[in-house]
C-alpha cells in the first residue's frame, strides 16, 4: 500500500507542476464533473488525504453520514480508499487537461522507479 501512496504522491507534484504551464483562467474554470475546477480538485485531495489521516484515532475512523449516522471504519480501509479516492480526481484532471488541449500527466505507475528489479 505505501508504493502506491508515493505513486499518489509523485503524479500529485506533477500535475502541481502541470498547472504552473496552464493559464490560471483554465485552472478555475468550471468544468463537468467532481469539484468542478482543475486547481480546487488538486486541493481537494490533499485535503482529503491530511484529513482522513488526522482522523484516524486509534487506528479506526468514525464517519458521519449525511443523516448523522456514526460509522467506523479500519484503518486499511480508510487508506485504500484514500488511494483510490486520488485515482478517481486524477483521472477528471486527465480529461479536463485533453478539453483544454493540453497532454495529462502520465497516469502509468511503471517507469516511476517505485519498484526494484
Excluded at 505513486?7 to 463537468?32: A, H
Excluded at 488538486?42 to 488526522?54: K, M
Aim: aromatic share 12%; proline share 3%; glycine share 10%.
Amino acid at each position: 500500500m505505501q508504493k502506491l501512496f508515493e505513486y499518489n504522491w509523485q503524479v500529485r507534484k506533477d500535475w502541481f507542476d502541470w498547472c504552473r504551464t496552464v493559464d490560471g483562467e483554465e485552472l478555475m474554470k468550471l468544468r463537468t464533473g467532481g469539484i468542478g475546477y482543475i486547481l480546487p480538485t488538486l486541493y481537494h485531495i490533499v485535503a482529503v488525504e491530511y484529513g482522513w489521516n488526522d482522523s484516524l484515532e486509534d487506528r479506526i475512523m468514525i464517519d458521519v453520514t449525511d443523516e448523522g449516522e456514526r460509522e467506523p471504519h479500519s484503518y486499511g480501509e480508510v487508506m485504500r480508499h484514500l488511494i483510490a479516492h486520488e485515482i478517481h480526481h486524477i483521472g477528471q484532471l486527465s480529461v479536463w487537461s485533453r478539453e483544454i488541449g493540453k497532454t495529462p500527466v502520465t497516469a502509468n505507475v511503471i517507469g516511476r522507479g517505485l519498484f526494484n528489479i
